[in-house]
């Protein structure tokens, strides 16, 4: 299963929550980015339960204000 996670940071706090983002297993690229979100993470994952576990551990870290995850559809 794959998906992307939209992360919301508080200002100048980014660059961390890139930095911690990274080390999560399952995380395959995380990178900054400007607009509404700070920071988008692409997951692979083998199933929902799993995408949940990491959605809500990335929500706790230190200057995360917000997430909204993007569920890939298989065609």
Do not use: W, Y
Not at 66 to 71: P, Q, R, S, Y
């Amino acid at each position: 299963m794959k998906a992307c996670l939209l992360i919301k940071t508080q200002p100048t706090k980014f660059d961390q929550v890139r930095k911690h983002v990274r080390a999560i297993k399952g995380i395959k690229v995380a990178f900054s980015v400007l607009g509404r979100t700070d920071v988008v993470a692409n997951v692979e994952v083998t199933s929902l339960k799993e995408l949940s576990t990491l959605a809500l551990e990335m929500g706790s870290i230190d200057g995360v204000l917000a997430t909204e995850t993007l569920i890939g559809l298989e065609a």
